[in-house]
């Protein structure tokens, strides 16, 4: 990365002078200089690297490609132009989150990392803007989990505002069959990127969503309403975030049942062109 390049010969610099000065305690002076501008890159990296990045995005491995061209259909339907700023965007995006995990080796599988980030990819692939930064978090159980939200439900997923940091927690088995097995499972990661980008722009003009959406929401993913609902066994499943969920995952159902509603998000959200 670029702030250790930079910092290198600094480093070298101010080691070598360390060498001298004990021969000859006149250079220890010179010492300092680099010290200084070691501690400013040290406080600074984070915005250094990430300028870097931008410039020169990581690219992604062919295991990555593969796994999107395999189960994301909205990758697959991109022209290949799009597929390079989708895939550069899902990099950015799995540098930009804490990924944590909360498994006995405490590693976040990479196929999760990959999996949220083209989840939130998609979601913003319209915008300039599409880190979400006031979530950074992302927290992986290895299956459904209480929490101090919700401390009697084993439940799948939620968004979760701290004090210090805002972000969001998935079992990893249901982010998994979610992303890969969608006319089977429902996409816990869509659900939840989008009920964050609903609380980070409240000022938008979100279409006024009704509890009845879910009798068309049921049509579109053929999904029974009770059966989504106890599966992610929470007692506070957002209309809208499961709206624009549907639109994502099931895009052309979703404009043959809904064309009016399709219409108003894709002019908010501008996914597809």
């Known amino acids: 990365m670029l702030s ?3 910092a290198a010969p600094f480093l070298f610099a101010a080691i070598l002078l360390m060498f001298v000065a004990f021969r000859n305690a ?3 002076i010179y010492i300092v200089p680099n010290i200084i501008v070691l501690a400013v890159i040290y406080v600074l990296h984070p915005q250094i690297d990430w300028w870097w990045y931008q410039k020169h995005p990581p690219k992604m491995d062919k295991q990555g490609q593969a796994f999107l061209e395999r189960f994301f259909g909205f990758y697959q339907a991109l022209p290949p132009e799009e597929q390079l700023r989708f ?3 899902t990099m950015m995006i799995q540098l930009a989150k804490d990924f944590m ?3 006995d080796d405490k590693t976040v599988p990479a196929d999760a990392r990959l999996i ?3 989840c939130q990819a998609q979601l913003t692939f319209g915008m300039e803007d599409y880190l ?3 979530f950074e978090k992302v927290v992986i159980y290895p299956d459904a989990f209480p929490s101090p939200k919700y401390p ?3 439940h799948l997923s939620e968004v979760f505002e701290e004090d210090t940091v805002n ?3 998935f079992s990893l088995q249901h982010m998994l069959a979610g992303f890969t097995q969608p006319n089977q499972f429902y996409n816990i990661t869509s659900h939840e990127l989008s009920q964050s980008l609903t609380m980070n722009h409240p000022d938008w003009a979100w279409p006024a969503i009704e509890e009845s959406i879910w009798i068309e929401l049921e049509q579109i993913s053929q999904f029974p309403t009770q059966a989504l609902k106890a599966s992610m066994n929470r007692p506070d499943i957002e209309p809208l975030a499961a709206t624009v969920t549907h639109f994502l995952t099931y895009p052309a159902a979703f404009q043959k049942i809904l064309p009016g509603l399709y219409e108003e998000l894709n002019q908010l959200l501008k996914v597809y062109t």
Do not use: P
């Open 26 to 28: 006149d250079y220890a």
């Open 101 to 103: 995990a909360q498994a």
């Open 152 to 154: 009697e439900h084993f």
């Open 116 to 118: 949220f980030a083209a």
């Open 132 to 134: 979400l930064e006031s």
């Open 87 to 89: 895939r550069n965007r």
């Open 4 to 6: 250790r390049i930079i």
């Open 167 to 169: 972000g969001y927690i």
